[in-house]
């Protein structure tokens, strides 16, 4: 198997394409605002897509069903940048909206900043800590598990 794309499925499309081609300064690799399917360059030529909610629940028989709301995530997107700093800033000049600064995860290697897009689908931008900021445990996996 191989992974093809992480598809987001979106009740207001258009809203959403914006987000991430124009918020977010993604690629679109295929599709434009009114259509029900697009993609983006996420490190995979169509790493990530939108697709109309509605279609999909058609597909597999459950447009009865409510989307979930309130609730925790059970995914989230992780996009790696040079500098997790420098996004935040970016990105707030163009109007995002974050949970959280840019804050040191030792203990998960990363430096990290949160944000949401138009259908509270959470988000995780993070660059990687020089290793001599690692905490032991993680270097201890380190070791262990070793870098692949």
């Known amino acids: 198997m191989e992974l093809n794309n992480i598809r987001l499925l979106v009740n207001d499309f258009d809203k959403c394409f914006e987000f991430y081609a124009d918020k977010l300064g993604l690629t679109v690799t295929w599709g434009k605002p009114g259509s029900d399917y697009a993609s983006f360059d996420i490190g995979l030529p169509s790493g990530l897509s939108l697709f109309k909610s509605d279609l999909l629940a058609a597909a597999v028989g459950n447009e009865d ?16 940048v040079p500098d997790v700093d420098v996004t935040y800033q970016e990105l707030s000049k163009r109007g995002i909206t974050f949970l959280n600064e840019p804050k040191n995860m030792p203990g998960w290697g990363i430096r990290m900043v949160h944000l949401r897009d138009p259908e509270e689908n959470l988000l995780e ?7 001599e900021q690692w905490d032991q445990d993680l270097l201890k996996d380190l070791n262990e598990f070793g870098e692949k």
């Open 65 to 80: 069903k409510a989307l979930p709301t309130n609730c925790r995530e059970k995914m989230m997107i992780n996009l790696k």
């Open 125 to 131: 931008i993070w660059s990687e800590l020089p290793k």
